[in-house]
C-alpha cells in the first residue's frame, strides 16, 4: 500500500515498468493543481465571464463597456423570460433559437435587461475588498471590456494586457447589495488608510499636463479676467489659446486663527487650461492655478481641498461622493480630451 499514497522513498522517485514516475494519492491532493486547490477551492462560475480590459476614458465612473457577445451569453435566462413574457416565444427551446441567431429583437430586449442591472468586475489578485467593484454595463462592439481610468488605481491595473473577469448577480437582494456597497462611485476612499483611491492615471495625467502647460506668446496673452467661468468663455468663444498665460481673479477661502473660514482674492499667474468645475448650477469650482507635481493629482479628489471652494460662510459644506464624483469626471473628461 506504501507506493499509493507516497511514491518518493529516500529521495528516489517509484517508478512503473515503463520507467515512468507513478502518481501517488498524495500527489493527487497537493499543491497548485491537486484536488483541493484546483476543483474544491477554485471552482467554475456559472454566469462569469473574461476578457482583456482597455481604457474608457468617455464612460462615467459607474459604468463599464461590455462586449455585446459576451453580455448575450451572460444574460441568458434574463432574454429567455423576456422573449417567453412578451409572447416572442412560446418555449426556452424557441427562446435558445432566437438567441442563438441573433435576431434583432434580442438586442433590443438585451438593452432592456441590462439597464441598472450591475455587474462586478474582480482582477486578480484581490488584495483587498476593491479588488471585486460593481458597475453599470454598457454595450460596445469589439471584444475587450473597457474600464475606467480613474480605477485603476483601486484595481492595480494598467491596459498593457490585464485580464478582468465578469459575474452577474442573478438575484434582487444581490443586485441591490452590489449598487449600495460594491459601486465604484461608493468606494472613493481607500478603506486602509482614507486616501482617495479615486485618482487619475495613464491618459488622464497626460492630458492635465497638457492643459496645464504654457506656451509663449499664445494667443490671448497678457488678458486679465475675473474668474475661471470667464476664462472658459474666452477659449470658447476662440479668444485665447489653452496654453496662454493670463492672470485670473481667483477668490479662496482659508482659516483663521478661530477656525473660521475668511475669503482671500487675488490675482493668479495662470493659463486658460486649467478649469475644472464641480457644479455650474451653484457656482462652486476648484480652480487649479499651476501645474501640479509628482503625486499632486491625488489633492483635487481630496474632500478637505475642495473644502476652501465651497463657497461663502452661509454656503459652505463638506463634499460627499456626488461632488467628487462630479469634479472626476469633469477633470478626467477634459483631460482625455485634450491629449
Known sequence: MTPCWITVVAGRAITGSNKRPLKSLADMIKGKQGRFRQNLLGKRVDY???????????????????????????????????LELRGLATTIKAAKKMVEREEAVVWDILDEVIREHPVLLNRAPTLHRLGIQAFEPVLIEGKAIQLHPLVCAAYNADFDGDQMAVHVPLTLEAQLEARALMMSTNNIL?????????????DVVLGLYYMTR??????????????PKEAERIYRAGLASLHARVKVRITEYEKDENGEFVAHTSLKDTTVGPRHSVDDRTERSAFLHRQPGAGQESDLQNAEHLLPYSGPETDRYFCGPDDVHRLCLCSAFRCVRWY
Open 48 to 82: 462569469s465571464g473574461r476578457s482583456v480590459i482597455t481604457v474608457g476614458p468617455y464612460l462615467r465612473l459607474h459604468q463599464c463597456g461590455l462586449p455585446k457577445k459576451m453580455a448575450l451569453e451572460l444574460f441568458k435566462p434574463f432574454i429567455y423570460g423576456k
Open 190 to 202: 481607500s478603506p486602509a488608510n482614507g486616501e482617495p483611491i479615486i485618482v487619475p492615471s495613464q
Open 214 to 227: 504654457d506656451c509663449v506668446n499664445a494667443k490671448g496673452e497678457g488678458m486679465v479676467l475675473t474668474g
